[in-house]
């Protein structure tokens, strides 16, 4: 590693300098391949999402995005194959509701698991869960058991996770959690192999299964131990002097998974946007959400409705150009190594329906498709081609019928 590739990076107003063990830690052996996926509760509102003709920035909220007009995919007419209003919408990234996957082998594992599951990246975090503050609960994100991964949804407490140094005690502690971790799995491996023994074929079968499981769990702990002591970033960002979490400051949010990105702390970040049923904190802004999202087609809600929409698509869009605009310790452009994903398992809030998923892709792992109509076909046939675009080639994932290659 030359000095050239750990000095000071300027991208998009800021300066990264990446230590040595930092980097050299975190590389692969591979081509550097990110996923990315927002994920609103409460989705877009038709009437404002979806283009009226070939024009992906048609639309009242998508004109918005004009600048990234070109390397957008817009999705018509998909869903997952299922009804259950806002108890569907977790199944965004996955296909699958929680209590419909519980024969699965996976689960309703989500895409940005079954990613990190495969390529299982040397990166000091295996994925990042965020979720904006202030408002309710979000579960975007679910491994392979059927279990919702915890999100981080305070600014200051993701700022400190990526970026801030442990005290030596702090680091202590975390060695000895993992220790301690260490000695219950030398202990399930002993209790497995006594149960083996006095069992019949199908229980050592059984316990061979979960041990499989435990294993995965073994390599994340040995995983963890080894970035104890390899210093994080130091990156030239300051958190804002009211750092409120909340939708204003959702693009402190970006900000933050752009560094994280930037130093390759991970592969894969999903950033839930929940539901509110109060107002959401931004200009103009009065009624809570959960009741502008009944808007009963009035004027004044809609209103109200459309400056939340259009903040969180504006938000996005910004994050695409700040993407665009950073290049890598390799000369890269830090979007060309991404897939992107930004939509909902709630296709109108207005009526609870999960049919019409409002769905934007891009990134340049992706090839932009302008408007495409999938006529009914299921959200998971973009999956399959996503996750292949990243490096996992699956003929199944989630309720897919077939795949979108050649298309995006």
Request: hydrophobic residues 35%.
């Amino acid at each position: 590693m030359d000095f050239n590739r750990r000095s000071f990076l300027k991208a998009a107003g800021v300066s990264l300098l990446l230590p040595k063990l930092e980097s050299e830690a975190a590389s692969s052996t591979g081509e550097v391949k990110n996923l990315f996926c927002v994920a609103l509760n409460f989705g877009v509102h038709p009437g404002h999402f979806f283009p009226s003709d070939n024009d992906p920035c048609s639309s009242k909220v998508l004109s918005l995005m004009k600048e990234n007009k070109s390397d957008l995919t817009v999705l018509l007419n998909t869903q997952h194959p299922h009804k259950g209003g806002h108890g569907a919408v977790h199944s965004f990234l996955s296909g699958y509701k929680a209590q419909d996957s519980r024969q699965l082998r996976e689960k309703n594992i989500s895409i940005d698991q079954k990613f990190i599951n495969e390529i299982k990246p040397n990166t000091r975090f295996r994925s990042l869960q965020l979720a904006m503050g202030g408002a309710g609960t979000m579960s975007q994100s679910w491994n392979e058991k059927g279990e919702p991964l915890r999100n981080i949804y305070d600014i200051e407490e993701i700022y400190e996770k990526l970026f801030v140094e442990p005290s030596k005690k702090g680091r202590e502690l975390r060695r000895k959690i993992l220790h301690n971790k260490s000695s219950v799995i030398d202990f399930v491996y002993k209790q497995a192999n006594r149960m083996k023994r006095s069992g019949t074929k199908r229980d050592g079968e059984i316990i061979d299964e979960y041990m499989t499981g435990v294993r995965g769990v073994e390599k994340r702990i040995s995983d963890s131990k080894s970035w104890i002591d390899i210093q994080k970033p130091i990156v030239d960002y300051q958190l804002p002097a009211n750092a409120i979490s909340n939708a204003s400051n959702l693009q402190e949010y970006y900000k933050l998974i752009h560094l994280a990105f930037m130093t390759d702390q991970t592969r894969a970040i999903t950033l839930g946007i929940p539901s509110n049923p109060s107002a959401v904190p931004i200009d103009g802004v009065s009624t809570g959400y959960h009741s502008l999202t009944h808007h009963g087609n009035q004027p004044d809600r809609l209103k109200q409705l459309y400056l939340i929409d259009s903040h969180n698509v504006k938000c996005f869009n910004k994050f695409i150009t700040q993407m665009k605009n950073t290049e890598t310790a390799d000369g890269q452009k830090l979007y060309d190594r991404c897939a992107m994903i930004f939509g909902s398992g709630m296709g109108d809030a207005n009526n609870h329906s999960n049919k019409r998923l409002p769905v934007i892709m891009s990134g340049g792992l992706l090839k932009p498709a302008g408007v495409l109509d999938m006529k009914g076909r299921n959200l998971s046939d973009a999956y399959v081609t996503i996750l292949g675009k990243l490096g996992v080639h699956l003929d199944k994932f989630g309720h897919n019928r077939g795949n979108l290659n050649g298309e995006v």
